[in-house]
């Protein structure tokens, strides 16, 4: 509509132009004398005007018949297409000329126009191949997506543009939300075109949303093949599937193979958690203590997570409290000074019965970044020191409102996950979360981050009063 009252004003105004510049050439006084084999003409100045443009136009069309009496010329002398190729040179032209304007209307975001170009371009140029494209592209801007959809249907018949049209199907599959559908497509593009990265992406993240660990193994490493992913990147998302893969198998109840998995998972990135946590478990499973405890040694050392704390302790599940704290010396020396370290260090000392030294170990966490965690732990050492049910009151109050601390936040939209896993559940994206403290306002409560992880059914029942302080505070106020 706009579109069209533009030209409306733009022919009127041209019009306008020329009635004005030709009330001015009529006041002009002068002109000129021609003589033509004797003929005298005497023209005004805008009668010179229309002459100098008949004679282009003149011009114009003296060329144009000279082009064809040529072809004809040919046509006489045995060139049988000599006629037919100069009208097709025209219409071609003028096919080409509808398809660029097609291409800039679609970039514009006039689609209606690029359809309209591509319809003229298509009867013109008579190469399906070149215009569908464009008919495709411009339906899918004017919403008209049954059209759409049929055209890309149409570049399935030719060797040369199958791949965009299983591609353009591929992606309104996916706009409708026909991730089955989708996925099948991305498969049949894959193969068409395996180092095509945009349809490489596709694939892996439709593989990892429908748990297909092993066919999105198999697309991360064409990715890397294909020069498309560097290798610690793809090292890495490759441990984040094969651990998913392990955790598969172990729900289907084959424990060594789930075992194996893990541990492959935990050899290609060391410092995966998850990938940590479930191999030691399966060493521990298989008896090999020591084993279980070099891979949750290491991967401490470059990540102290309490799911590490949790299942170190797992190893040694009957020791008594001052045994278990000369045990975990091994991690607690690597990372002293992270808040991981210094709460899992005042837990142990908490299971022990050694309040002074949870005070000590905890040190300044609470001022300097306190988390609920933290706080609370505070709370049960005031407790175990025989402090007021005020004091303890205040540190639990204050545990309710402190930020949760590090949890798993996905770094392409910032979601809180209560557990890990490969794939953002809020925007989907593939190996995104990280063990980080979230934006403010975030919360949730991840399972590895329970209060006193390694205390709770691991201490005396005087000790259990110590975990259960907050219960205990709320009775008593009632």
Request: charged share 25%; glycine share 8%; with cysteine.
């Amino acid at each position: 509509m706009l579109f069209s009252l533009i030209k409306i004003l733009l022919f009127v105004a041209a019009v306008t132009a020329l009635t004005f510049g030709a009330t001015q050439l009529m006041e002009v006084s002068g002109g000129a004398t021609i003589n033509i084999a004797g003929i005298e003409l005497t023209l005004s100045p805008l009668q010179l005007v229309f002459a100098f443009v008949a004679l282009v136009v003149a011009v114009w069309l003296g060329l144009k018949l000279l082009k064809f009496f040529v072809a004809a010329f040919k046509f006489l002398n045995g060139d049988e297409t000599a006629i037919s190729r100069y009208f097709d040179r025209n219409r071609e032209k003028k096919g080409y000329e509808a398809l660029a304007e097609g291409m800039m209307a679609l970039a514009s975001g006039e689609g209606h126009l690029a359809m309209t170009k591509a319809q003229r371009a298509d009867k013109l140029l008579k190469q399906p191949q070149l215009t569908n494209l464009l008919t495709a592209q411009a339906a899918e801007m004017t919403g008209d997506t049954k059209k759409a959809e049929e055209t890309y249907k149409k570049l399935l018949d030719n060797d040369k543009t199958r791949f965009v049209g299983v591609r353009g199907i591929m992606k309104q599959k996916l706009a409708e939300g026909d991730t089955d559908t989708a996925l099948k497509l991305a498969e049949k593009a894959f193969a068409l075109k395996p180092k095509h990265e945009e349809t490489q992406d596709v694939l892996l993240k439709l593989q990892a949303d429908k748990a297909d660990w092993k066919g999105a193994r198999a697309t991360l490493g064409a990715k890397l093949k294909s020069g498309n992913l560097p290798r610690d990147v793809h090292k890495r998302r490759d441990a984040v599937l094969a651990l998913s893969e392990a955790k598969d198998v172990f729900e289907e109840g084959n424990s060594i193979e789930a075992r194996e998995a893990a541990i492959e998972a935990n050899r290609l990135s060391p410092d995966l958690i998850p990938a940590a946590v479930m191999a030691a478990r399966g060493y521990i499973e298989a008896g090999n203590a020591r084993y279980a405890a070099r891979v949750l040694t290491k991967t401490w050392g470059a990540s102290p997570h309490p799911d590490i704390a949790a299942a170190f302790a797992e190893i040694e599940p009957d020791e008594t409290p001052a045994a278990r704290i000369k045990r975990f010396k091994a991690l607690i020396k690597q990372t002293p000074n992270h808040p991981e370290t210094k709460m899992l260090l005042a837990e142990l000392n908490i299971a022990a019965e050694d309040f002074p030294a949870a005070k000590r170990a905890l040190g300044d966490l609470n001022e300097a970044d306190p988390t609920s965690r933290s706080l609370t732990l505070m709370a049960a050492i005031e407790r175990g020191q025989g402090a007021d049910d005020v004091v303890v009151r205040g540190w639990l109050a204050r545990a309710l409102t402190a930020p949760r601390g590090p949890q798993w936040v996905c770094e392409t939209c910032g979601n809180v996950h209560a557990v890990w896993g490969p794939t953002c559940g809020n925007c989907g994206s593939f190996d995104t979360l990280a063990w980080k403290t979230p934006p403010a306002g975030e919360v949730a409560m991840p399972s590895g981050t329970e209060m006193l992880p390694l205390i709770v059914g691991q201490i005396a029942d005087n000790s259990d009063d110590v975990v259960d302080a907050e219960v205990i505070n709320n009775e008593d106020g009632k």
